[in-house]
């Protein structure tokens, strides 16, 4: 049947860790996934995202670590699914696209770093995950989130890969970069995320690894549900 994905597993059985380095395509990829197997996708970014952005908010420094997690007791985050669609609600608002700014962006990074913040989302995360039939980006979802999911995927694709991706990226939304600053960016952001001693950004043990340079969104996503196939 045209546009029907087999999957012999039970699809409320699985769950998909899909971890790796920022620009690799994890989201676009997972949610195209999501909507060819009718796995929930969900986007734990967002989740840092959001804390990032209750501290810029307040006014936080990104460097004041005690302010930040300080404010941990004040921030209520719920999730919702609706079509398919993740939505964040902080403090019963729903935080739409305000997470996806360069602020926030910068702030989600900080955040990230704490263990406190890591901890404070962790049950969050890992109840989503118990439900079963999800799939999860993330750069600690294999190692900590979903340790024994059914199938990891440590997904990346070459610095010089992601730069050219996201040098065109900027270039549409009238940002333009020079090529080389994003490159710099790019391996400089690796390396913090690697590096860092909270949940570092590495592939689990028994994570398929998968580098997409040459790989289209939709290659990329038949590729992993080939996985899903075979589990
Ligand atoms: O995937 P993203 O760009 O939306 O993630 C935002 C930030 O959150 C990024 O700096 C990495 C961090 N993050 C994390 O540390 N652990 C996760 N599971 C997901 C995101």
Do not use: H, W
């Amino acid at each position: 049947m045209k546009g029907t994905v087999i999957i012999v597993k039970d699809i409320k059985e699985i769950r998909v860790a899909i971890d790796g380095p920022s620009g690799a395509g994890k989201s676009t990829i997972a949610k195209r996934i999501a909507a060819k197997t009718g796995l929930v996708y969900v986007d734990t970014g967002a989740l840092y995202r959001t804390v990032g952005l209750y501290a810029y908010e307040r006014g936080i420094s990104q460097d004041d670590c005690a302010a930040i997690v300080a404010c941990l007791s004040e921030i209520d985050i719920k999730l919702a699914y609706e079509n398919g669609v993740q939505k964040v609600y902080l403090c019963g608002k729903d935080v739409g696209d305000s997470i996806r700014t360069p602020a926030a962006s910068m702030y989600a990074s900080a955040v990230s770093k704490l263990p406190p913040v890591r901890e404070f989302l962790l049950k969050l995360q890992k109840d989503l995950a118990k439900k079963g039939g999800v799939i999860m980006d993330g750069r600690d979802i294999g190692t900590v989130i979903i340790p024994d999911a059914e199938l990891k995927v440590f997904m990346t694709a070459t610095p010089e890969a992601r730069a050219r991706r996201r040098f065109i990226e900027l270039e549409e939304k009238g940002m333009a970069q020079p090529y080389d600053e994003v490159l710099r960016d790019i391996v400089e952001r690796d390396r913090e995320d690697r590096e860092r001693e909270a949940s570092p950004c590495v592939p689990a043990e028994d994570a398929v690894n998968f580098v997409n340079d040459d790989y289209g969104i939709e290659e990329s996503a038949d590729y992993i549900i080939g996985l899903m196939k075979n589990l």
